[in-house]
Nanobody
Framework: QGQLVESGGGLVQPGGSLRLSCAASENIFSISTMGWYRQTPGKQRELVALIARNGNTNYIDAVKGRFTISRDSAERTVYLRMNSLKPEDTAVYYC???????WGQGTQVTVSS
């Protein structure tokens, strides 16, 4: 029974930064391409960034140059560093294994002055 546990969300002003963390169980982390998704109530969930086991990364255009996804194998943790945050980044952010289909519980990010 694999688990993903997310943390790091909160309230920040426009232009601020946050780092989201996703701690994964070994049976998920060792085999998985991992991704961060976000969703606003009533809107389509979208993939924001992903990182493969070989370290290759991909980002949607809306966050490219501002967000960085990384993974730490020793800690079995996937990170999303979010810089230059904008109000339109406000959403619930979810960690997921694109390989196994596991999902975290989500963490709220609110960008507001």
């Amino acid at each position: 029974q694999g688990q993903l546990v997310e943390s790091g969300g909160g309230l920040v002003q426009p232009g601020g930064s946050l780092r989201l963390s996703c701690a994964a169980s070994e049976n998920i982390f060792s085999i998985s391409t991992m991704g961060w998704y976000r969703q606003t109530p009533g809107k389509q969930r979208e993939l924001v960034a992903l990182i493969a086991r070989n370290g290759n990364t991909n980002y949607i255009d809306a966050v490219k140059g501002r967000f960085t996804i990384s993974r730490d194998s020793a800690e079995r943790t996937v990170y999303l560093r979010m810089n230059s945050l904008k109000p339109e980044d406000t959403a619930v952010y979810y960690c997921s294994s694109l390989t196994t289909g596991h999902w975290g519980q989500g963490t709220q990010v609110t960008v507001s002055s």
